[in-house]
């Protein structure tokens, strides 16, 4: 099971540059998860926690641990709450492996 993000967010994910991932909306999956972004599989990362809601404001001075920029956060909230998706114990692949996406209604991927 993992998780679709886009680039380059899913690289500094597997590569421990980025800490939390934020979302619309909170998961109840816990433990380790694929790295999934338009290249491929390419890593594992531990969800720790989930924290929040939050507001994009609310968001906007942590960007050292989220990466995105505050219009971003405020164009991807449209004025609903974020949830932070705590992330640990990045591993990143050699090279990205493959896979068809079949895309979950939790906002996870499994990998057919």
């Known amino acids: 099971m993992g998780f679709f993000v886009r680039e380059p967010y899913a690289s500094y994910i597997v ?19 694929g790295v999934v972004s338009s290249r491929g599989w390419i890593g594992t990362v531990v969800i720790r ?4 809601p939050f507001s ?3 968001l906007a001075s942590a ?17 609903k709450p974020l949830y932070v998706w705590v992330l640990s114990d990045p591993e990143m692949f050699p090279a990205p492996i493959p896979v068809r996406k079949a895309p979950r209604a939790d906002g996870l991927a499994q990998a057919r």
């Not at 979302?23 to 433990?31: A, L």
């Not at 926690?49 to 929040?52: F, K, Y």
């Not at 971003?72 to 004025?79: E, Q, V």
């Open 15 to 33: 590569a421990g540059e980025k800490i939390w991932e934020v979302r619309r909306y909170p998961t109840e999956i816990r433990g380790r998860v």
């Open 56 to 58: 994009a404001e609310e």
């Open 63 to 79: 960007w050292e641990k989220h990466r995105a920029d505050p219009e971003f956060l405020k164009n991807y909230a449209r004025g």
């Open 49 to 52: 926690e989930v924290l929040g």
